[in-house]
């Protein structure tokens, strides 16, 4: 079965920390550059990070930029997104998503995968 699969989300209070992780089983993950979206509740889906397969580009999106990291780690075919300093306004349901170009763009539709999502909750 190939599929993504997130983990890592959970309640934080502001200015906490979470790691997301995005797995791949039935699939090799370094052949994909490799999106974090997230949807707030009542909003569209927005991009936050993006890497490429090779793990020499990344892009962050503006508001998480100096406080989210993304990550892969090939060998265990996961990507990661180290999110620091969270706000309330960090609280989504966050998605990865494989595909053949690194963007931001959550309607682009060359993404093969998607997962099925982690929820982060930031409040106090």
Known sequence: QL???ESGGGLVRPGGSL???CAAS????NNYAIGWFRQAPGKGREGVST???SGGFTDY???VKGRFTISRDNAKNTVYLQMNSLKPEDT????CAAGTTATLNPNYNGMAYWGTGTLVTVSS
């Open 3 to 5: 599929q993504l699969v």
């Open 19 to 21: 790691r997301l992780s």
């Open 26 to 29: 039935g699939f090799t993950l």
């Open 51 to 53: 890497i490429s397969g």
């Open 61 to 63: 999106e503006d508001s």
């Open 92 to 95: 989504a349901v966050y998605y």
